[in-house]
C-alpha cells in the first residue's frame, strides 16, 4: 500500500512517492533534523519481519554506509519507526538510463562511452572496498541534470539475500516478488550473469558482465537478453549471444571487443577488473590506444605486443601491423584500426608476399591509389591513379591494374605512367591477373560479362556469356591459374550467386548462392585446399574448397562477425594471402541511410521510415510520398512521408530502380535492367512495359506535362547517354524514344525545368562529372552551371524554376549546392554562383544509375535526404594466422 505524503517516519517526512522497485518502496522525504530533502526506501515485509534477515541487513548497510564516491549514490543509514524498517539514502534528481533509453532509444556513443566511464569508476571504487552491486541494471543508473552519473542501490542485493555462502535464485531481491513485480523480474533477470542465473556463488566479474550488458542497451536501445518471461530470459542469458549487428556501424572496435569480454558466459574469460574497463573507455574518448592489455585476457609473445603498439601509434593515413617478426605458429593476432578523417579506402588488397596494402583511398571527392608497406607508417601515393577503383596485384607483386575513368589500367608498384589496356570498362567489375600473364575482370553495365586481356596489351575479349539482365563481375583466379570465380548479378533471381569456370572451359559451374563476391585464402597446413571468403549478411564467412576437385570441401564457418563491401556493390573489401594474413574492412557502411527532412542550413526537421539499404528517392506531385530503391530486393518502395508506412509497389519485374513520378502523381516510371515500365502508384495493375533494347534503362524525370518522359541509356561499356520517350503513356502513339544527348562522354541524371523549355544534366566530358544546361528539347547554347574542382552530380529543379539545386561529392561527405536561375527567350539562360547549403554523409552510386540522394520540396526551403546514421568510422583490420583462429571458434 502506498504511503501517503505527510507520513512520518522519525524525523523524516514522506513528501512524493519516488517509485518501486523488488528491494522496496522508495520515496521522496523531508529530513526535518537537517533541512535537506533524503529519500527512503521502506524495506519489504520479508526481511523487516525477519529479526535474522533484518540483522545481517544492518550489519551489511551499515558497511554500505562507508562507501563514498561521487559516482554511488550515499547510504546515510537504515532507520526503524513504528514497526517500519526503512533505509535512507541519498536523493538523486534526474532521470534513470532506463527512463532514458525507453524515450529517446539508443544514446550517442560518445555520450553513452562518457556514462559508462562513471559507472566503471562506481564498480572500480566499490570492488576495492569488496563490495559487488550484485543488480547493475539501467535503472539502478541515475543521470543528474549535471550530466553526473549515480549508481543506485550499491550491494542492496548483498544486503537482501544475507551473507549465506551459498545463494539461491530464490532469494534475489526482484526474483522474490514475482506475483507483484512482474516487469522487474524481466529487467532484473536480462542483466543477471550465467552464474547468477545457475544461482551460484559470484563475484565482482557479475558487476562486469552486467556493466557489458548495460553499455550494450545504451549503444543499441535494446536489452542484450531477451524472452517472453524470466525462463526464456536466463536460457537466453545462459545460451545465447547478444545481436551484435545491432552495435551502431560507427561503435569504435575497442568498445565493440570490450563488451565482447564483459560478456564471456564463463567468468573465467571475462574481465575481471573495473579499472580496465575504465581505462579502455577512457582511451577510446581520448583517441589514445591502451597501453596494457586488459586483465584476464591471455597475453601474447612481447614481440607482438610491440607490434601491436607500432600499429596503434602509427599516425599515417591508416595503421598496419609490423610483419617483420614471423609469429609463432600457435599464435594470431586481430587488430582493428580507425581511418583518420572517417575517409573510407573503399578497396583494398594485400600484395601476394603480404607485405604491402594498396588502397583507394577516397578523400576530398577524390581518389588516388596508394601502397603502405605493412612495415612502416608511410603512405606511397602512385601519381597517375587519380579516380582509381578496385585495385589488384600482379602475381609477382611487381604492378598493379586498377579501373579510372572508364579504362582497365596496369601501373608499376614503384611509380611510373600506368599503362590503358581496355577502354569502356565503365567504373570496373573488378579483376584479377595469373602467373601467365592473364587478366580478367569485369565490367560496369547489365549484361556485362569477364573479359580477358593480355597483362602486356592486345584484344579484350569476352570469357563469360551473361544472360538477359544479368551481370558477371568481380573474377578471382583460384591457384593452377586456369580456373575462376566469379558472381551474377540481377538478371533471373535462381541464378545469381557465385560461379566455378575455367579459361578453356568457361562453362559455368553454380558454388553457392550468395550476393557476395569471394577472394581465394590457401590453406596454412600445406594442404591442396583452401577456402572462399565472402559476405553473408554483414558477417565474413569462410567456405572450405578444394583446389583439386574444385568443389566445396566443408562447412561453412564464419570469420568475423561485421565486414564490409567496397564501393562496388556486390564486392568485398577483402584480401588475404598465403601466409594467413588477412585484411578486411568495417564500418563502410556506404549502402545504408535514414531518410531524413533538413532544412538549407541542414538542420534536422524529421525522419521518414527506418534505416535501410536503399538509394535514390523522388517525391511524388503533391509531396506526400517518397519513392526509394531499396538494394536487397532491387524493388521501388513507396513511404507516407506525413503518417508514417512504407509500400513495396514492384514485384513483378526484378531489379527496378531509379522511380520517378508522372505530374499527376498517378503513375511511377522506372528501370528495369533492359526495359522502362510504368506502373500505377496505388499498385493496382501489373507493370507496363515501354521500351526494351539491348542497353540498361533507368528513368530520370517526366516532364510537367506529361509529354516527354527523361531517362538514361547505359551500354556494356558503361557509356551513359540521354534519351526521351514522347506521350509515354499513349498507347495508340509509336513509342520511338529521340536521342537528347549522345555524345563519347557520359551524360545522365536529365531534369527538367518546371517549363520545359531547359534541361540539367551532368556530363564528364570535362574528366569529371559537371552539371550543364541545355535548351529542350532542342536548340542553341549550352552553360556549365557547377563551378570548382570536385565532382558535381544530381541536378534537382525549383518547382517554380528560379533555383538549381545539385550536390558536390566529397566522398563520404557532400554539399548540397543552389544555384539562382534566371531565363528569358529560349537561347537566353542565366545562372548565378553556386552557394553551399548544407553537408550530409552519404555515398552515392555512380550518375548513369540516376540515383538521387534528394528531393527538394516544392518551395526548396526543406530537402528529403538519404543520410548514413551516424559518421562511421572506417576501420582496417588485420587478421594474422586467421584460419587458425576461426576454426578454433568454429
Request: include cysteine; aromatic fraction near 8%.
Amino acid at each position: 500500500m502506498a504511503i501517503p505524503s505527510g507520513t512520518k517516519f522519525g524525523s523524516y517526512e514522506v513528501t512524493a512517492p519516488i517509485g518501486a522497485g523488488g528491494m522496496g518502496e522508495v520515496y521522496q522525504a523531508r529530513d526535518t533534523k537537517l533541512g535537506r530533502d533524503v529519500a527512503i526506501k521502506v524495506l519489504p515485509e520479508a526481511v523487516a519481519h525477519d529479526a535474522e534477515r533484518l540483522s545481517r541487513f544492518q550489519r551489511e548497510a551499515k558497511m554500505l554506509a562507508a562507501l563514498n564516491h561521487p559516482n554511488i549514490a550515499t547510504i546515510h543509514g537504515l532507520e526503524q519507526s513504528g514497526g517500519t524498517s526503512y533505509l535512507v539514502m541519498e536523493l538523486v534528481p534526474g532521470e534513470t538510463l532506463q527512463e532514458r533509453v525507453k524515450r529517446e532509444g539508443r544514446i550517442p556513443i560518445e555520450e553513452a562511452l562518457t556514462i559508462a566511464k562513471q559507472i566503471a569508476e562506481a564498480l572500480q571504487a566499490a570492488h576495492e572496498k569488496g563490495i559487488i552491486h550484485r543488480d547493475l541494471k539501467p535503472a539502478n543508473v541515475k543521470v543528474t541534470p549535471e550530466g553526473k552519473v549515480k549508481v543506485l542501490d550499491f550491494g542492496l542485493a548483498k544486503a537482501f539475500e544475507g551473507d549465506a555462502t551459498s545463494e539461491d535464485l530464490s532469494n534475489s531481491p526482484t526474483l522474490s516478488r514475482a506475483a507483484t513485480m512482474q516487469g522487474v523480474i524481466l529487467g532484473t533477470a536480462a542483466y543477471m550473469s550465467p552464474e547468477q542465473a545457475r544461482g551460484k556463488t559470484v563475484d565482482k566479474r557479475t558487476d562486469i558482465w552486467a556493466f557489458g550488458a548495460v553499455l550494450y542497451e545504451l549503444l543499441t536501445g535494446k536489452e542484450a537478453f531477451t524472452g517472453e518471461d524470466v525462463t526464456e530470459i536466463l536460457a537466453s542469458v545462459v545460451k545465447s549471444e547478444p545481436d551484435w549487428a545491432r552495435l551502431p556501424k560507427n561503435t569504435p572496435s575497442a568498445i565493440s571487443v570490450l563488451m565482447h569480454r564483459c560478456l564471456r558466459k564463463d567468468r573465467r574469460q571475462r574481465i575481471s577488473d573495473a579499472a580496465d574497463v575504465r581505462i579502455e573507455i577512457e582511451d577510446t574518448l581520448s583517441g589514445a590506444a591502451p597501453a596494457e592489455p586488459l586483465s584476464g585476457q591471455r597475453q601474447r609473445p612481447v614481440a607482438w605486443m610491440a607490434l601491436a603498439a607500432l600499429l596503434l601509434l602509427s599516425l599515417g593515413a591508416v595503421s598496419f601491423v609490423h610483419f617483420r617478426e614471423t609469429p609463432r605458429a600457435d599464435s594470431a593476432l586481430n587488430l582493428s584500426v580507425p581511418i583518420p578523417g572517417n575517409a573510407p579506402a573503399g578497396f583494398l588488397a594485400l600484395s601476394p608476399d603480404g607485405r604491402r596494402l594498396v588502397l583507394s583511398f577516397a578523400k576530398e571527392g577524390k581518389s588516388q591509389l596508394s601502397i603502405r608497406p605493412l612495415d612502416s607508417p608511410q603512405l606511397q601515393l602512385l601519381p597517375g591513379t587519380e579516380n582509381a577503383r578496385a585495385p589488384f596485384w600482379s602475381p609477382d607483386g611487381k604492378s598493379i591494374g586498377f579501373f579510372a575513368n572508364g579504362k582497365l589500367e596496369t601501373i608499376p608498384a614503384t611509380g611510373g605512367p600506368p599503362q590503358v589496356l581496355c577502354d569502356g570498362t565503365g567504373i570496373g567489375g573488378g579483376g584479377t591477373w595469373n602467373s601467365n600473364g592473364v587478366i580478367l575482370f569485369g565490367t560496369a553495365g547489365i549484361g556485362a560479362s569477364i573479359q580477358r586481356v593480355n597483362s602486356a596489351g592486345g584484344a579484350c575479349t569476352a570469357v563469360t556469356m551473361a544472360e538477359g539482365d544479368s551481370r558477371h563481375a568481380f573474377p578471382e583466379f583460384l591457384p593452377d591459374g586456369k580456373h575462376f570465380v566469379y558472381l551474377v548479378r540481377f538478371g533471373d533471381e535462381a541464378k545469381r550467386g557465385l560461379y566455378l569456370a575455367a579459361l578453356d572451359n568457361p562453362t559455368p559451374h553454380r558454388l553457392l548462392a550468395d550476393d557476395s563476391s569471394a577472394v581465394f585464402a590457401p590453406s596454412t597446413t600445406g594442404k591442396n585446399y583452401g577456402y572462399l571468403l565472402f559476405l553473408r549478411g554483414s558477417a565474413l564467412m569462410a567456405q572450405p574448397f578444394s583446389a583439386e576437385t574444385l568443389q566445396l570441401a566443408g562447412d561453412v564457418f564464419p570469420v568475423a562477425t561485421e565486414a564490409s563491401f567496397s564501393f562496388n556493390t556486390g564486392a568485398i573489401a577483402v584480401s588475404a594471402t598465403a601466409g594467413g594474413i588477412l585484411v578486411y574492412e568495417t564500418n563502410n557502411d556506404f549502402d545504408r541511410s535514414q531518410l531524413t527532412w533538413l532544412d538549407r542550413s541542414g538542420k534536422e526537421l524529421g525522419k521518414v521510415g527506418t534505416v535501410q539499404n536503399e538509394y535514390h528517392v523522388a517525391l511524388s506531385p503533391d509531396g506526400r510520398t517518397a519513392a526509394t530503391t531499396r538494394r536487397g530486393n532491387l524493388a521501388i518502395w513507396l513511404y507516407d512521408v506525413q503518417r508514417g508506412g512504407e509500400t513495396r509497389l514492384t514485384s513483378s519485374v526484378q531489379n527496378s530502380v531509379a522511380a520517378v513520378w508522372s505530374p499527376d502523381g498517378k503513375v511511377i516510371a522506372f528501370g528495369a535492367g533492359k526495359g522502362l515500365y510504368v506502373e500505377d502508384a496505388n499498385g493496382g495493375s501489373k507493370e507496363e512495359l515501354l521500351l526494351e533494347n539491348q542497353n540498361a534503362k533507368t528513368s530520370s524525370d517526366w516532364s510537367r506535362d506529361g509529354r516527354y518522359l527523361i531517362y538514361t541509356e547505359t551500354d556494356l561499356k558503361g557509356q551513359g547517354d540521354i534519351w526521351y520517350l514522347p506521350d509515354p503513356l499513349n498507347k495508340s502513339a509509336e513509342r520511338k524514344p529521340v536521342l537528347f544527348q549522345g555524345t563519347p562522354a557520359v551524360e545522365s541524371e536529365g531534369q527538367l525545368s518546371p517549363d520545359g523549355r531547359w534541361l540539367a544534366y551532368v556530363s564528364n566530358e570535362s574528366g569529371k562529372f559537371e552539371v550543364y544546361v541545355r535548351p529542350f528539347p532542342s536548340g542553341p547554347g549550352r552553360w556549365k552551371v557547377s563551378a570548382g574542382d570536385r565532382q558535381y552530380a544530381e541536378p534537382r529543379w525549383r518547382q517554380d524554376g528560379k533555383e538549381l539545386f545539385f550536390v558536390e561529392s566529397q566522398n563520404p561527405s557532400n554539399q548540397l549546392m543552389a544555384v539562382a536561375v534566371q531565363s528569358g527567350p529560349r537561347s537566353d539562360f542565366q545562372a548565378g554562383a553556386p552557394q553551399a547549403l548544407f553537408e550530409f554523409h552519404a555515398i552515392g552510386i555512380v550518375p548513369t544509375g540516376n540515383s538521387f540522394l534528394y528531393s527538394p520540396s516544392a518551395d526548396g526551403q526543406r530537402f528529403l535526404v538519404h543520410v548514413q546514421p551516424g559518421d562511421a568510422q572506417p576501420t582496417v583490420n588485420v587478421f594474422t594466422n586467421w584460419e587458425k583462429a576461426a576454426l578454433g571458434n568454429k
